[in-house]
């Protein structure tokens, strides 16, 4: 589906096309009219939601749910993403209003819908099983298991612009900027190559073939002759380092091993000029914005909740009349461990 089309089926775009998804937000492309299309998705299947709550009491209360419950999403939204933004922007992130407001968006969308689908599984226990508290608790268990799949999809988004240096720009640009580490250039042969060893780095012995070694000995070239290109001498290097690892301290000169056999722990040395050992990659540092987006998942939950509990009833209470607010009296957590204790 192209993110292009105008499409009520924006929850099909982000489960088919999670990358383009991610992608289109960190280019901020149409970010206003893809926001919309979630803010009125989500709000729909909210209160196709929320109507089959307030269906256990009355048609008056299924009315009154359908509206209250994307009133509950939107206004915790409205109160929790002011935080989330000032966070990014105190640990240097780089991430703007309508980048913020699209990826929580994202996660009500996903935790809308998901509850839409369960929708047909609350209608069958309210018909079959007519019992308040079973019912209370089915749905909010419902409902939060579809939150939090919905903020999975948030961390995920946040990883996403994690890895284009939107939480962490300085890292991002410290690793762009970096210089490549210099190689030196190959060292034709015949050429005797430089003896300075890398700083940090032990300098190993070099193999020399047992007849190369007598004839270098035996055949020292004179001062001012020229040495015979095919003599071993003339193509033995110059220079070989003399300091040798102390494992091999005692251990005879590679030169009598027979050819194919090495001392015990010896490790074919690797010519100075060649290409430099490769390095171990360091594991990357999580950013403090992904830190405190668990922190704020957290809030955004304390909140949700609390807001709810001001919002109810959402169900209705078969033995109380109808009432579009009640009471604000106890809190959320109190009332569902009372209803599993009434169980």
């Not at 992608?23 to 196709?48: F, K, P, Y």
């Not at 009598?256 to 056999?261: A, C």
Request: glycine fraction near 8%.
């Amino acid at each position: 589906m192209s993110g292009d089309r105008p499409s009520p089926l924006v929850i099909e775009r982000i489960l088919r096309d999670r990358q383009g998804i991610w992608q289109q937000i960190v280019a901020e492309r149409d970010l206003n009219a893809m926001t919309g299309r979630m803010l009125a998705s989500s709000a729909i299947a909210l209160a196709c939601y929320g109507a089959v709550l307030g269906a256990f009491h009355s048609p008056l209360m299924a009315l009154t749910s359908a509206l209250k419950l994307p009133l509950l999403f939107l206004v915790t939204l409205a109160i929790c993403l002011p935080t989330l933004y000032l966070f990014n922007l105190v640990f240097g992130a780089r991430l703007s209003v309508r980048q913020s407001l699209a990826l929580v968006m994202v996660a009500i969308t996903v935790t809308s819908m998901l509850a839409v689908a369960f929708a047909p599984i609350s209608l069958f226990f309210l018909i079959t099983a007519p019992d308040y508290g079973f019912f209370k608790l089915l749905n909010v268990a419902i409902l939060t298991l579809s939150a939090l799949v919905g903020l999975r999809f948030l961390t995920g988004g946040m990883q996403v612009l994690n890895d284009h240096g939107l939480l962490a720009p300085e890292a991002a640009q410290t690793q762009a900027q970096a210089p490549a580490q210099a190689v030196p250039a190959a060292v034709p042969a015949g050429t005797a190559p430089a003896a300075a060893p890398v700083a940090g780095q032990v300098a190993e012995p070099v193999a020399v073939p047992a007849g190369a070694a007598a004839a270098g000995s035996a055949g020292a070239v004179p001062n001012g002759a020229t040495p015979d290109v095919a003599s071993p001498a003339a193509q033995v290097p110059a220079q070989v380092p003399a300091q040798v690892p102390a494992q091999w301290a005692g251990q005879p000169a590679v030169a009598s091993f027979p050819p194919g056999m090495l001392p015990p722990g010896y490790a074919q040395p690797q010519r100075p000029w060649g290409n430099p050992p490769a390095r171990r990659a360091e594991p990357t540092q999580r950013p403090a914005s992904m830190t405190l987006l668990y922190i704020w998942i957290l809030l955004f939950g304390f909140v949700g909740t609390q807001l709810a509990w001001t919002l109810r009833p959402f169900f209705g209470d078969p033995g109380q009349d109808f009432a579009f607010f009640r009471s604000i009296d106890g809190n959320f957590y109190a009332e569902i461990l009372r209803t599993i204790g009434n169980l």
